[in-house]
């Protein structure tokens, strides 16, 4: 759900920047930069508090642990003493047979009664049966003694074990939510370094700006297309948010005109038809050419990088979002990727052809690696920075 919201919050301020880039006054857009920071600061601290809150359950959690292996130890103790009262038992068993037969008894059934009645007078009779009861009365004595001892070590061992599976559940349950929480850091992990990715690309175009409007010497509240003719920019940045090179700038054998030509540009691939087209950086949209035989929908875009005239051209689109004379940010989706178009004979496939030219009205092609951080060819990108 958050990812769609994000999803729509892109979308509703692409068409924010597209529909107002030209509306904009370089106070706004420090505005825009002061905002971004506050938010960062913001996404920082909720960090910083969820990472407390997870160390604290993991201290929680290392306790219970720890109370586990306590408990453990005292069972085993406790096993232990039952054991060596069970012994105790059998020996004491042990000692009361060995004292019987010590007082003459023989291997009848009942050792306690043949003892008795082989008492040669009423007298001994009597002495023997007291003797008797004595050593049964002791013996069961002892023995219920230890039974209780049994029991009582049973039911603590029974505590504990209650004990152990009560801090199970609960390192269940605290796990539960440190996994939530960790789903939560990485959330917002990425939105920071959205945001962070953000306040850089603003950072650039407000210093840029700061040095167009004092060249031009326009107040801050003045609307940038009213103050610089084309909206400076720090850099160049990559049209596409993946891709990979399929073909460099430089001679080549043409794939499809089939004798070697010079490519004036750098194809991407690796991605499909529909894919966004991004400026590569600020600027305002020079000339756009529909269903050419060789590059098919193109846009052209000029831009005042570093202080340095450029055009950037993008060919092969699918579709065209922009027109001529219209201002345009790094962020403005000014197309889609084509290349499969049957009118289009320089193309085979969904790719974009990206051309980098020097001047604003000049027709020489330089190679956009030496401008823009791209791979070699083969190689991916993953983002546009
Ligand atoms: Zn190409």
Same mark, same amino acid.
């Given at each position: 759900?958050?990812?769609?919201?994000?999803?729509?919050?892109?979308?509703?301020?692409?068409?924010?920047?597209?529909? #107002?880039?030209?509306?904009?006054?370089?106070?706004?857009?420090?505005?825009?930069?002061?905002?971004?920071?506050?938010?960062?600061?913001?996404?920082?601290?909720?960090?910083?508090?969820?990472?407390?809150?997870?160390?604290?359950? @993991?201290?929680?959690?290392?306790?219970?642990?720890? /109370?586990?292996?306590?408990? =453990? =130890? /005292?069972?085993?103790?406790?096993? *232990?003493?039952?054991?060596?009262?069970?012994?105790?038992?059998?020996?004491?068993?042990?000692?009361?047979?060995?004292?019987?037969?010590?007082? *003459?008894?023989? =291997?009848?059934? @009942?050792?306690?009664?043949?003892?008795?009645? *082989?008492?040669?007078?009423?007298?001994?009779?009597?002495?023997?049966?007291?003797?008797?009861?004595? $050593?049964?009365?002791? @013996?069961?004595?002892?023995?219920?003694?230890? &039974?209780?001892?049994?029991?009582?070590?049973?039911?603590?061992?029974?505590?504990?074990?209650?004990?152990?599976?009560?801090?199970?559940?609960?390192?269940?349950?605290?796990?539960?939510?440190?996994?939530? &929480?960790?789903?939560? +850091?990485?959330?917002?992990?990425?939105?920071?370094?959205?945001?962070?990715?953000?306040?850089?690309?603003?950072?650039?175009?407000?210093?840029?700006?700061?040095?167009?409007?004092?060249?031009?010497?326009?107040?801050?509240?003045?609307?940038?297309?009213?103050?610089?003719?084309?909206? !400076?920019?720090?850099?160049?940045?990559?049209?596409?948010?993946?891709?990979?090179?399929?073909?460099?700038?430089?001679?080549?054998?043409?794939?499809?005109?089939? &004798?070697?030509? +010079?490519?004036?540009?750098?194809?991407?691939?690796? @991605?499909?038809?529909?894919?966004?087209?991004?400026?590569?950086?600020?600027?305002?949209?020079?000339?756009?050419?529909?269903?050419?035989?060789?590059?098919?929908?193109?846009? &052209?875009?000029?831009?005042?990088?570093?202080?340095? *005239?450029?055009?950037?051209?993008?060919?092969?689109?699918? #579709?065209?979002?922009?027109?001529?004379?219209?201002?345009?940010?790094?962020?403005?989706?000014?197309?889609?990727?084509?290349?499969?178009?049957?009118?289009?004979?320089?193309?085979?496939? !969904?790719? $974009?052809?990206?051309?980098?030219? /020097?001047?604003?009205?000049?027709?020489?092609?330089?190679?956009?690696?030496?401008?823009?951080?791209?791979?070699?060819?083969?190689?991916?990108?993953? #983002?546009?920075?």
């Amino acid at each position: 759900m958050k990812k769609v919201i994000k999803v729509l919050l892109i979308i509703f301020s692409f068409f924010v920047v597209i529909n #107002s880039v030209d509306a904009k006054s370089l106070k706004q857009l420090r505005e825009e930069l002061n905002q971004d920071i506050a938010n960062e600061a913001a996404l920082i601290k909720k960090e910083k508090e969820l990472q407390g809150k997870i160390d604290s359950m @993991n201290k929680e959690i290392d306790e219970l642990n720890k /109370k586990i292996e306590e408990n =453990n =130890n /005292k069972i085993a103790a406790i096993k *232990q003493k039952i054991e060596e009262l069970n012994a105790e038992i059998a020996a004491k068993q042990k000692e009361i047979d060995n004292l019987l037969s010590f007082l *003459q008894v023989s =291997n009848g059934d @009942n050792i306690y009664l043949e003892y008795v009645f *082989q008492a040669k007078s009423f007298t001994d009779f009597i002495y023997r049966s007291a003797v008797v009861e004595q $050593l049964t009365k002791y @013996n069961d004595d002892l023995i219920d003694q230890m &039974y209780q001892l049994i029991e009582e070590n049973k039911k603590n061992q029974k505590d504990l074990e209650d004990e152990i599976a009560a801090s199970e559940d609960s390192i269940t349950k605290l796990e539960e939510i440190l996994k939530k &929480y960790g789903l939560d +850091m990485n959330d917002l992990d990425e939105e920071k370094r959205d945001v962070r990715a953000d306040i850089e690309a603003r950072k650039i175009e407000v210093s840029e700006y700061e040095r167009a409007y004092k060249d031009a010497g326009c107040a801050e509240d003045v609307d940038v297309k009213d103050c610089v003719n084309i909206p !400076p920019a720090g850099q160049f940045v990559r049209p596409l948010e993946y891709g990979v090179i399929t073909s460099l700038y430089g001679m080549r054998y043409h794939p499809t005109l089939h &004798y070697y030509r +010079m490519h004036n540009g750098l194809d991407i691939g690796g @991605n499909s038809t529909g894919t966004k087209v991004y400026a590569a950086a600020a600027g305002k949209v020079n000339k756009i050419v529909n269903r050419s035989s060789c590059g098919g929908n193109m846009v &052209y875009i000029q831009h005042m990088v570093k202080g340095k *005239q450029y055009r950037t051209v993008y060919q092969h689109l699918h #579709s065209i979002n922009v027109s001529v004379g219209e201002y345009v940010s790094a962020s403005s989706v000014i197309g889609t990727v084509g290349g499969g178009e049957s009118y289009d004979r320089c193309s085979t496939g !969904p790719h $974009l052809h990206f051309g980098l030219l /020097k001047g604003w009205d000049g027709y020489t092609y330089y190679d956009p690696r030496n401008y823009i951080d791209f791979p070699g060819k083969g190689g991916r990108f993953y #983002s546009r920075w």
